[in-house]
């Protein structure tokens, strides 16, 4: 598009004319006009930064050759932009404008057929046309443990609750198992899993090897995880396993692998819980039995030392002589102080004393027995009675054991978890991978999204540089 030059009046010959128009009256004019368009020309290419220093020469020698025509009339003309309703535009602006715009067409051309053309139809092809087909078979099971009979209702949800949670977590171990390196190994020495990803049918993005990696544990472990997948719903309790399969017998094969090898797990961590809470059980029935024999042989020993079989009837006894020979005392006094009244001096009062002095004599040997010196009963009765409390918790210590060993044996059998598959792996007869329309259908869309982004950086950068 034509230019102005800033107002700028350059001197021309011949009358005032307006290029917007077209119209020159003047035929003796046309060559002062042709050199003003040259002038022009040359200005305009000043301006578009090409060979500035050549051209600004250049416009000097030609502006002085338009100053210094002596057989012309000079007169002052001015060059303004061209109006795009009159339907007039130089020949050189008009070409630059028709290999701008067929630039701009190949270039958006180029760009559709690079970032969307080119990709969709490769994604075709391989869609299409090499893609295998991938079976999957789909296994449901749910981990749950047996119900229990509480004593009361509190109890009953509380033990509810808790059996819940470990049947979540088990089915949660189930699935960390099946999704580790453990269940892989165990499929390529029970099931054939490598023979079923190195199937003829398999294409050259999803056949083992993989395109460009070794083979290799690692390797195998990945695409193991690209074909088998597990999803838990908490809610329910069911677990999805889901295998896939270049062959619907290898998927369906797999999958049973794997869930008798889960089941197997249960099984497993069933018998060692049982086995450690038994054995827990028996170590502390073993080690209470140990201190009620320890218990007994301290009683043993101490009834051989002290020739007593019981202390505390010797006690008794000595308790109940006691009583009796202070009885018999009294009486004695009683009858001493009869004797007195009636005869103080009779032949009875001295006998009936010596008799007397004799009870209290007695009286005084058997309390010394039972206590008041190292060789009374009271320090064996207090040894006696402390190793008979020491037998006594040692028993009982030994039946809460045995009890509790029962019922760990009972609870171990109750508490039980189980895998039960609610639905078995099924053979299937239409393969359900890959997606060849809908993934063709998303390279599309994202090259066209790109392209519409790349379309307008490049045409606003383009734009910025000529501008500037």
Known sequence: MLQRFDQARVPAIGPRCDLDTGLVSDINHIASV?????????GYAVRSRIFRAQAGSWVEDFANVAL?????????????????????????????????????????????????????????????????????????????????????????????????????DDAYIVKAFILSRDAMDYLVANAGLKEAFEQPEADVLWRYPALFRADTKESLFRRYLKFVSVDYDGTTGIADLNVQGFRPTDAQRIAQALVARAETLINGLNERSSVEAVRSALNEVEAAEQRAHRALDALTQFRNREKLIDPSQVSLASLNTIESLSLTMAEANAELSDIEKATPQGPQVM??????AALQDQIATERNKLSGGAASLAPQLAEYRRLMLDQTFAEKSFLSA????????????????????VSSANLPDYPLYPHRMLWTLVVFAAGLATWRIVRALVADTLSHAENG
């Open 402 to 421: 045995l009890a509790a060993l029962e019922t760990t044996r009972v609870d171990a059998q109750r508490q039980r978890i189980f895998l039960e598959p």
């Open 34 to 42: 042709t050199y003003v368009m040259l002038i022009y020309q040359i």
């Open 351 to 356: 006998p009936m004393r010596r008799k007397i």
């Open 68 to 168: 210094n025509r002596p057989d012309v009339f000079a007169q002052q003309i001015e060059l303004v932009r061209l109006n795009a309703d009159a339907g007039y535009a130089p020949i050189g602006t008009a070409n630059a404008s028709w290999r701008a715009g067929i630039a701009r067409y190949l270039r958006e051309r180029v760009l559709f057929l690079v970032i969307v053309a080119l990709p969709t139809l490769a994604a075709a092809i391989y869609f299409f046309g090499l893609a295998a087909d991938r079976y999957e078979s789909q296994v449901q099971f749910v981990v749950r443990s047996p119900a229990t009979n509480a004593s009361n209702q509190l109890s009953s949800v509380v033990q509810n609750q808790s059996s819940s949670m470990r049947s979540s």
